[in-house]
Nanobody, 123 residues
Framework: VQLQASGGGLVQAGGSLRLSCAASGGTFSSYGMGWFRQAPGKEREFVAGISASGGSTYYADSVKGRFTISRDNAENTVYLQMNSLKAEDTAVYYC?????????????????WGQGTLVTVSS
C-alpha cells in the first residue's frame, strides 16, 4: 500500500487547512486510517483515526473540536480538516493505515506510513 499525503502549507494562527492522503495498491475500504504528526525536536504523536467504514472516529485531546477526520472510500482518500490552527500545530503530518478495520486509534501497530506533509502555523 502506498500513501501519498498532500495539502500542507503555511497558514496564520486561527486559519484552516485540509490535508489529503490518497491510497493505492491495497484494499482501502478495509483499512483503518489515521494521522500522526511530528514537531521539531519531539516524538511522533497521534492526531486522529477513523475506522474502515468511517463510522468511528478518534482524536487526540489536543485537537478535539478543531480537527475532523473523514474518508471517501470511493476515492481511496482520507482527509484531515484542521480549523482554528495554533502555532503548536506546526509539524510534519503523516497518514497511516492499519490492516485491522475496526481497531481503536492509535493502534498498537501501524502497517503502512505515508510520507509527511509540512504544516506551519504562524502566530
Amino acid at each position: 500500500v502506498q500513501l501519498q499525503a498532500s495539502g500542507g502549507g503555511l497558514v496564520q494562527a486561527g486559519g484552516s487547512l485540509r490535508l489529503s492522503c490518497a491510497a493505492s495498491g491495497g484494499t482501502f475500504s478495509s483499512y483503518g486510517m489515521g494521522w500522526f504528526r511530528q514537531a521539531p525536536g519531539k516524538e511522533r504523536e497521534f492526531v486522529a483515526g477513523i475506522s474502515a467504514s468511517g463510522g468511528s472516529t478518534y482524536y487526540a485531546d489536543s485537537v478535539k473540536g478543531r480537527f475532523t477526520i473523514s474518508r471517501d472510500n470511493a476515492e481511496n482518500t482520507v482527509y484531515l480538516q484542521m480549523n482554528s490552527l495554533k502555532a503548536e500545530d506546526t509539524a510534519v503530518y503523516y497518514c497511516a493505515a492499519d490492516r485491522s478495520p475496526n481497531s481503536r486509534w492509535p493502534p498498537k501497530f501501524v502497517n503502512y506510513w505515508g510520507q509527511g506533509t509540512l504544516v506551519t502555523v504562524s502566530s
